[in-house]
């Protein structure tokens, strides 16, 4: 699997359309196998989901999301995961893999 987490300065970013990087982690067995960062294009409504999907994702964990955001994602074959803390990638995916990541309320409020 291959997670995606919108980061700004090492941490998830509370809005994923203005984040500075998206952080790529590959798991296998439950283990993080590759970190590595990709620098996402402008941000315009269904660009992300489709150049997220081009770039092997099929999680996104965030922080908040509109539903229609949401809803592309998941045309995209991507799962949203949302309400999460703001705390560094690998540790977010840690919870996520265990079961642990315990999410909050949607912080989009769009």
Not at 69 to 98: M, R, W
């Amino acid at each position: 699997m291959r997670i995606a987490i919108p980061t700004l300065d090492g941490k998830l970013c509370m809005h994923f359309g203005h984040c500075q990087q998206f952080t790529l982690i590959d798991v296998e067995d439950e283990e993080i196998k590759n970190v590595e960062a990709a620098i996402p294009p402008p941000h315009a409504p269904g660009v992300l989901p489709a150049w997220l999907h081009e770039q092997g994702a099929n999680i996104i964990i965030a922080s908040g999301m509109g539903m229609r955001a949401q809803n592309l994602f998941t045309q995209n074959d991507i799962e949203v995961v949302v309400g999460a803390p703001v705390l560094e990638p690998e540790e977010l995916v840690k919870q996520y893999v265990s079961g642990t990541l315990e999410a909050g309320d949607n912080v989009c409020d769009h």
